[in-house]
């Protein structure tokens, strides 16, 4: 491996899609670093959805310190605002530990928001929040239309969460949700270019990872975990139930399809995600990239990461 320079390593910053081996090589940069993880994944902040979520085992907590987990109970409310707040005290106390802060998940929007900060968005409103949620999906997309068509062009229209978020801020400002993301400063973005790295698959190597992870998962109890949360409140919580794996298994419960319908279903649903979160960092990010095989080692990956 790469000899470590003398000087003190910055922020590393670290992408990528679902199941394409981010926490494996996170963790063991942070070993050969002195670092800490902070994870930017915005249902691992949720404390209860773990299998779902793969969420960082005990063990590997205990290797390093990761952050930005297990932060947030299922009746709260969670978005990008909040993960700024709690992740530059994290990088606070991280670095005052003279440790390094390893920035590590796939949920693009955190990633930007942290970078480039949240421009003008107002924070969420508690009441409008639960009126728009129990607003159907096609309504709003209709007022989206109308009244952000820069946006309505641009939006998955298939995440209620997103869509509901951008409704809201029009209503609360009065101005197009893309207004808002206009002020975000995309210069503090680029200056951590060189610091900021994603890790790819071919698809079919990416789509073999996926389907054995999801497997692995019902078989460690996906099911039973998703019984226990809808008693917890996991059913009011709109965010949460967005997890892909919960909202299927919750239907599979309701008796809407068989369990093996179910994990079918969820590989595919996860392999689209993939590729909408693999789009997103293409689009909107500007890492490092660093294409992975199954034959490339976590070794290699660290050098070409400690190299540049």
């Known amino acids: 491996m790469t000899a470590l320079s003398t000087a003190p390593p ?23 670093l002195g670092g800490e ?4 994944d915005s249902m691992q902040v949720y404390r209860g959805l773990d299998l779902g979520t793969a969420k960082p085992s005990l063990a590997e907590r205990a290797r390093v310190p990761h952050h930005l987990v297990d932060v947030a109970e299922l009746t709260e409310a ?33 990633f930007k928001a942290f970078l480039e900060g949240l421009g003008e968005a107002p924070p969420s409103d508690i009441n409008l929040r639960a009126e728009l ?8 997309l209709q007022e989206l239309r109308d009244r952000d068509t820069e946006t309505f062009g641009k939006i998955d229209q298939q995440n209620s969460r997103r869509v509901i978020r951008a409704v809201e801020v029009i209503r609360l400002t009065g101005k197009p949700f893309s207004a808002q993301r206009a002020g ?17 698959r071919s698809a079919n190597d990416l789509h073999r990872r996926i389907d054995a992870r999801v497997e692995e998962m019902f078989r460690c109890g996906l099911v039973d975990e998703t019984r226990r949360l809808l008693e917890g409140g996991l059913a009011g919580n709109q965010t949460a139930l967005q997890a892909i794996g919960y909202r299927q298994v919750v239907e599979h419960l309701h008796d809407e399809r068989s369990l093996r319908e179910t994990i079918e279903l969820v590989k595919i649903r996860t392999r689209q995600f993939a590729k909408r979160q693999l789009t997103w960092f293409k689009k909107h990010a500007a890492p490092t990239w660093i294409a992975l095989s199954s034959e490339t080692s976590t070794d290699e990956v660290l050098s070409q990461i400690c190299s540049r």
């Open 10 to 32: 910055r922020t590393i910053f670290l992408a990528g899609p679902t199941a394409v081996g981010k926490s494996a090589v996170a963790l063991q940069l942070a070993e050969h």
């Open 37 to 40: 993880i902070i994870s930017v």
């Open 78 to 110: 969670f978005d990008a605002a909040k993960f700024v707040t709690l992740a530059h005290m994290a990088v606070g106390e991280i670095t005052a530990r003279k440790r390094v802060p390893i920035f590590c998940g796939g949920t693009g929007l955190y």
């Open 133 to 140: 949620e129990t607003t159907p999906l096609e309504k709003l």
């Open 184 to 200: 975000w400063n995309s210069s503090a973005g680029k200056r951590n270019q060189e610091s900021f790295f994603g890790l790819s």
